[in-house]
């Protein structure tokens, strides 16, 4: 690394800011992460990224380069935030230049999925799969790309977003102002909406005690999530695996079985019986494992992003 910085790493989401600082050698040596602040708009949680960062250290800002993953399409040379459904204002908002200028680091932004998926391919369940595709279906539902060996972000720097591909038209309103899309229907957010629970959690909690309405919110976001999965990742680019991450899978072995399911619905036979389909090793800290690989392939610091 450029100077022989350390990289602090941070995966910013709709629930939590979690950060992490790395050896050199890729190990976390120190951790910390707060609740995003996301109803106080993006200075207040640009003001939450500085105090993670100092929290974390190193104390010297030459000794340091920041890289963060974001919820939300983002110009991976810029750094500007395009627009994340689940954090209000983030309309063109250049997090790369108000990092910088409020801790004195540089800074590399890109998208969460995206380094979930870089973190995955290069230490997790992608490891040895020259194409891959990681899923994660949490506050959100994102997805990261790894096609021939690299990461693939597209035209724009902007490839990734499954989520909000649209499965039913006349479906319930997403926060990107579409209706139907998969996030609407499938992710965490949604499940519990739809159930009219606080939580994902407590939808899977009651549905495991009996409630039959709980159980048939879960099977059907399963079901949609696996249809989207077979349609638009395994038959349109035939990976070799797909991971699935996201506290969602949490839900127990039946959400897993049902997405399974519908997978088989939506896809030709022999693309998915090519396909395997995984379950991240990371956990939470894929984001933050892609976000130090980031770092580590950019060369010097600010220079367009690499591949893997």
């Not at 992710?187 to 994902?200: D, N, Q, V």
């Not at 389909?277 to 992003?305: C, I, N, W």
Request: charged letters at 20%; glycine letters at 16%.
């Amino acid at each position: 690394m450029p100077g022989e910085r350390e990289v602090v790493a941070l995966d910013l989401g709709g629930t939590w800011i979690r950060a992490a600082r790395f050896s050199r050698r890729g190990e976390i040596v120190k951790r910390a992460r707060d609740r995003t602040a996301a109803h106080l708009g993006p200075a207040a949680v640009v003001a939450q990224i500085r105090s993670l960062v100092e929290a974390v250290g190193p104390a010297a800002q030459e000794r340091r380069v920041v890289a963060i993953g974001v919820p939300g399409p983002v110009d991976p040379f810029t750094g500007v935030v395009e627009g994340a459904p689940n954090l209000p204002g983030w309309r063109a908002f250049p997090l790369k230049q108000q990092v910088e200028e409020a801790l004195g680091s540089p800074c590399l932004v890109d998208h969460d999925a995206t380094l979930a998926a870089l973190g995955e391919h290069r230490q997790g369940a992608g490891r040895g799969f020259p194409n891959f595709v990681y899923v994660t279906v949490s506050t959100g539902i994102g997805a990261g790309l790894v096609l021939d060996g690299r990461l693939y972000r597209g035209g724009q720097g902007k490839a990734g977003e499954f989520g909000h591909t649209v499965v039913d038209p006349a479906g319930p309103a997403c926060h990107c102002g579409n209706r139907g899309c998969l996030e609407a229907l499938s992710s965490g957010t949604a499940i519990a909406a739809l159930a009219g629970l606080g939580s994902a959690a407590a939808v899977s909690r009651a549905a495991q005690a009996g409630d039959e309405s709980a159980a048939r919110v879960l099977a059907t976001a399963a079901s949609h999530l696996g249809l989207a999965v077979g349609g638009s990742l395994i038959n349109l680019l035939n990976p070799d695996a797909i991971a699935f991450g996201g506290g969602v899978f949490a839900a127990g072995p039946a959400f897993w079985d049902q997405m399974v399911e519908g997978v088989a619905r939506g896809s030709f036979q022999a693309p998915r019986e090519h396909c395997r389909l995984l379950k991240a090793e990371l956990g939470e800290d894929q984001g933050l494992v892609g976000a130090f690989v980031l770092a580590l392939d950019a060369g010097p610091v600010g220079t367009a992003p690499a591949g893997v």
